[in-house]
Antibody, heavy 119, light 111 residues
Framework: QVQLVQSGAEVKKPGASVKVSCKASGYTFTHYDINWVRQATGQGLEWMGWMNPDRGDTGYAPKFQGRVTMTRNTSISTAYMELSSLRYEDTAVYYC????????????WGQGTLVTVSS | QSVLTQPPSASGPPGQRVSISCSGSSSNIGSNYVYWYQQIPGTAPKLLIYWNNQRPSGVPDRFSGSKSGTSASLAITGLRSDDEADYYCAAWDDSLSGLYVFGTGTKVTVL
């Protein structure tokens, strides 16, 4: 069955960077885009960007442009999202999701990774 | 920050029908498909509806979606206690080189 398994919770200081991983299994990794979505406690969903695991192409939400980098290692079917210059308001649960090329459906989601920014 | 507007809450007794609206603009709902997600607190979102009114396999036909112009709606019929969750609409937005936007979210309570 399809699974996206994310790395564990992180605590970072303001100004630091965090890199969250998302390991895919149960399907061909390069056949679906990986998107990242975050959710602050008690808040709604916020889309951060997408990556095509086959070509490595990326697209980022303007809000995160310059601070976010999405990469992948196809040999281990793993996607990464790195967010730099962390601020307190970046404290949130970060989700990866596999997205079908044609229907653009966010079909499968990781379990989420809590990133806490605290001094 | 959300550009799609939903009512903050909706409710109904078991067995009733609940409808959730989602209002956008010509650059998102007006020109692209609408998606709906269900999120039970503490868990990842789950896709309910894609392409305005299509259900992925496994989603009961009690859930239905529709779209008209720059607005969309999700209807839940035969409300059940396990439908109690947050619901989000979403759409791709043609402005700013392709952005995916979520709605503000609606908390559905089963009375």
């Amino acid at each position: 069955q399809v699974q996206l398994v994310q790395s564990g919770a992180e605590v970072k200081k303001p100004g630091a960077s965090v890199k969250v991983s998302c390991k895919a299994s149960g399907y061909t990794f390069t056949h679906y885009d990986i998107n990242w979505v975050r959710q602050a406690t008690g808040q709604g969903l916020e889309w951060m960007g997408w990556m095509n695991p086959d070509r490595g192409d990326t697209g980022y939400a303007p809000k995160f442009q310059g601070r976010v980098t999405m990469t992948r290692n196809t040999s281990i079917s793993t996607a990464y999202m790195e967010l730099s210059s962390l601020r307190y308001e970046d404290t949130a649960v970060y989700y990866c999701a596999s997205v079908s090329f044609v229907e653009k459906r966010f079909d499968f989601w990781g379990q989420g990774t809590l990133v806490t920014v605290s001094s | 920050q959300s550009v799609l507007t939903q009512p903050p809450s909706a409710s109904g007794p078991p067995g009733q029908r609940v409808s959730i609206s989602c209002s956008g603009s010509s650059s998102n709902i007006g020109s692209n498909y609408v998606y709906w997600y269900q999120q039970i607190p503490g868990t990842a979102p789950k896709l309910l509806i894609y392409w305005n009114n299509q259900r992925p396999s496994g989603v009961p036909d009690r859930f239905s979606g529709s779209k008209s112009g720059t607005s969309a709606s999700l209807a839940i019929t035969g409300l059940r206690s396990d439908d109690e969750a947050d619901y989000y609409c979403a759409a791709w937005d043609d402005s700013l080189s392709g952005l995916y936007v979520f709605g503000t979210g609606t908390k559905v309570t089963v009375l």
